[in-house]
């Protein structure tokens, strides 16, 4: 799909409640006060029509942790995805910055995977995993970004700069990524400060060059903060220097 069209489809989610399996969800937007300050943040309630659960455990869990995701994919197969099985998170940011709240963040679901720093239960459990709709590394093909899904899957062309992101020096074999929106940003900064209040979670990020790297297992598991999935497993691009870690800073220690 290309960039410019992801506001439509956004859109079109919005207004539907379907996702690009045909599921049906009802969506209802709620305002609620970030603890201790007088600051609102606007959560949209994704539930499935018909009261499916199975995609998490309604098990609650002491959190620790919020760990930054991107879904290397486009809004309405995200929640597809994520409501299929146990591979899921409480929260997803759409490009327009709407914040989807797929389960109660008191429970939980795998989000870190196998092989994860850790352990993948025990800390998907302490872990509040949030997803940003978001395509990811891009491969350069003559003047056109595609996807890592297709060659023939143009995402942006080098002229439209406004859609991605060159790295002086690859970040996990990636020099492209597309680009996240100023509105996903203060959604992001907003939803870890609301989530930082609720459960007492230290609005502690890792400094650079560490912010970037795999963590040590006694390391990963006692940070009490934000980290990312590039944290806990090597295998992962989500999230590096592409992403502006300082707006979110910013904005959560506003």
Request: charged share 20%; with cysteine; proline share 2%.
């Amino acid at each position: 799909m290309k960039a410019a069209s992801i506001t439509t489809h956004e859109s079109s989610f919005q207004s539907s409640g379907l996702d690009s399996f045909g599921k049906k969800f009802i969506l209802t937007e709620g305002t609620f006060t970030i603890k201790g300050t007088t600051e609102t943040i606007k959560i949209m309630d994704c539930a499935r029509d018909n009261g499916d659960k199975s995609f998490f455990y309604q098990e609650e869990t002491a959190k620790k942790k919020i760990t930054l995701h991107f879904t290397m994919g486009y809004l309405k197969g995200d929640i597809a995805t994520l409501t299929k099985q146990h591979v899921s998170v409480p929260f997803v940011v759409g490009r327009n910055g709407l914040i989807y709240n797929l389960f109660a963040s008191k429970y939980w679901s795998y989000h870190l995977g196998p092989g994860a720093i850790g352990g993948n239960t025990e800390m998907s459990k302490e872990c509040i995993g949030i997803e940003i709709s978001n395509i990811g590394p891009l491969k350069l093909i003559g003047n056109n970004l595609v996807t890592t899904y297709s060659d023939t899957d143009v995402y942006c062309s080098l002229a439209e700069t406004q859609y991605y992101t060159k790295l002086s020096t690859k970040f996990r074999g990636n020099e492209y990524f597309a680009t996240f929106t100023n509105v996903q940003y203060d959604a992001i900064g907003k939803l870890i400060k609301f989530l930082c209040a609720k459960y007492n979670i230290q609005k502690k990020f890792l400094n650079e060059p560490s912010r970037y790297e795999i963590m040590t297992e006694a390391g990963f598991r006692d940070f009490n903060g934000i980290v990312s999935h590039a944290n806990c497993r090597a295998d992962k691009a989500d999230i590096g220097p592409a992403f502006d870690w300082n707006k979110v800073i910013q904005a959560v220690n506003s």
